[in-house]
């Protein structure tokens, strides 16, 4: 069982800046590919960014690419989201995902964990 808690969260200006944080609990973290979704009022969730086990590898959705960047520390069992050149359509509530596989997915259904979500506003 995995549990996860997202944090970092807020309003922020167009083209600022946000940190979003997930803490894990487990005593496996480093076995499990890590992803955040998003998702606004009235859409589909949305994969934004993914990354595999040990770190080493990473996926981007196309809307965030460039702008944002998912990294970990497996020692802290801690993922993030650095969010970059905010944009009001990057509006939505934030997700983070674990799925008990080390190579992440852009797909929300093989993910087996999820958080309770962080809001993210982005005013223009």
């Known amino acids: 069982q995995v549990q996860l808690v997202e944090s970092g969260g807020g309003l922020a200006q167009a083209g600022g800046s946000l940190r979003l944080s997930c803490a894990a609990s487990g005593r496996t973290f480093s076995r499990n590919a890590m992803g955040w979704f998003r998702q606004a009022p009235g859409k589909e969730r949305e994969f934004v960014a993914g990354?595999?086990?040990?770190?080493?590898?990473?996926y981007y959705g196309d809307s965030v690419k460039g702008r944002f960047s998912i990294s970990r520390d497996n020692t802290k069992n801690t993922v993030y989201l650095q969010m970059n050149s905010l944009k009001p359509e990057d509006t939505a509530v934030y997700y983070c995902?674990?799925?008990?596989?080390?190579?992440?997915?852009?797909?929300?259904?093989?993910?087996?964990?999820w958080g309770q979500g962080t809001q993210v506003t982005v005013s223009s």
């Open positions: 995902a674990a799925r008990s596989a080390i190579v992440p997915t852009t797909r929300p259904y093989e993910y087996t964990y």
């Open positions: 990354i595999s086990g040990s770190g080493g590898t990473t």
